[in-house]
């Protein structure tokens, strides 16, 4: 019975994992959308970048370049 | 007993799940077969056989892109007669997308769709756009990932050079 319970909890979270699917470069053309962008004025993104770097003492990591193709 | 039955689950599930992931195409592999609808006719990686291939997954969505497509119109013009031809991938997965991006930026090499991404599956573009260099003898000589204007020459002379490995 304990084993049964061990397989089938093993198969659940496999199951579980295998929903953790990752976006292929390919396959990211609703990602590059002008909508999916925080804030769609790219002046403000600066600013707010820069605002940001400062504050943090550190700069980068803030969405990809580029439109998400994951080209840069 | 019980945390080995868990473990074997483990193991089965992570095999599947590895399977499910093609691997990346490398240099000197041999390149994937494709067969895919072209913009006019079919588009047959067997075609090729013999010639010189530039494989380029390209989308309507990538900039990048935009600024690749001159500079392979151009390699089409001057390298095509000498036995070289470049295909354009397109992975949007509406061809109208890709149609719309054609008519602004024009291709005069060949283009092919790829709605459902089964090529690109295969070949594992890392990211928009890719290319592979791909020579005579069916082999990935090079990949090279994205497109600036300061590529151009570093990827002229690889194709000069799998010209000239061919004629050997």
Same mark, same amino acid.
């Given at each position: 019975?304990?084993?049964l319970f061990?397989?089938?909890?093993?198969?659940?979270?496999?199951f579980l994992l %295998?929903?953790?699917e990752t976006?292929?470069?390919?396959q990211?053309g609703?990602?590059?959308k002008?909508?999916m962008?925080?804030?769609?004025?790219?002046?403000? %993104?600066r600013?707010m970048?820069h605002t940001?770097?400062?504050?943090e003492?550190?700069?980068?990591g803030?969405?990809?370049?580029?439109?998400?193709c994951?080209c840069? | 007993m019980?945390?080995r039955s868990f473990?074997i689950?483990?193991?089965v599930?992570?095999?599947a799940?590895?399977i499910s992931? #093609?691997t990346a195409?490398?240099v000197?592999?041999?390149a994937p077969?494709?067969?895919?609808?072209?913009t006019? =006719?079919?588009?047959?990686?067997?075609?090729? @056989?013999?010639?010189?291939v530039?494989v380029?997954?390209w989308?309507?969505w990538?900039a990048p892109? @935009?600024q690749?497509?001159?500079?392979?119109?151009?390699m089409q013009?001057k390298y095509?007669?000498?036995g070289?031809?470049v295909?354009?991938i397109n992975v949007?997965?509406k061809?109208?997308?890709?149609?719309k991006?054609?008519?602004?930026?024009p291709?005069?090499?060949?283009?092919?769709?790829d709605?459902?991404? =089964?090529? #690109?599956?295969?070949?594992?573009?890392k990211?928009?756009?890719?290319?592979?260099?791909?020579g005579?003898?069916?082999k990935?000589?090079a990949?090279?990932?994205?497109? @600036?204007?300061?590529?151009r020459?570093?990827?002229?002379r690889e194709i000069?050079?799998?010209?000239a #490995?061919?004629? @050997?």
């Amino acid at each position: 019975m304990r084993k049964l319970f061990a397989v089938a909890s093993a198969l659940a979270l496999s199951f579980l994992l %295998i929903g953790c699917e990752t976006v292929q470069p390919w396959q990211k053309g609703n990602l590059a959308k002008p909508e999916m962008v925080f804030d769609p004025d790219p002046l403000q %993104i600066r600013f707010m970048e820069h605002t940001y770097f400062s504050k943090e003492g550190a700069s980068g990591g803030l969405g990809t370049g580029g439109g998400g193709c994951g080209c840069n | 007993m019980v945390s080995r039955s868990f473990a074997i689950g483990l193991i089965v599930s992570a095999l599947a799940v590895s399977i499910s992931s #093609a691997t990346a195409q490398e240099v000197g592999s041999r390149a994937p077969s494709f067969d895919l609808t072209g913009t006019v =006719k079919p588009v047959r990686f067997a075609d090729f @056989k013999g010639r010189v291939v530039y494989v380029d997954f390209w989308a309507s969505w990538c900039a990048p892109c @935009k600024q690749s497509f001159p500079w392979m119109n151009e390699m089409q013009a001057k390298y095509g007669p000498r036995g070289f031809s470049v295909v354009g991938i397109n992975v949007d997965q509406k061809r109208e997308d890709a149609d719309k991006f054609l008519t602004g930026t024009p291709a005069n090499f060949l283009v092919a769709y790829d709605t459902t991404g =089964k090529v #690109a599956e295969v070949y594992q573009p890392k990211g928009m756009p890719t290319s592979f260099l791909i020579g005579a003898d069916g082999k990935v000589r090079a990949v090279h990932v994205g497109f @600036k204007d300061s590529n151009r020459e570093q990827l002229e002379r690889e194709i000069q050079a799998a010209l000239a #490995a061919v004629r @050997k």
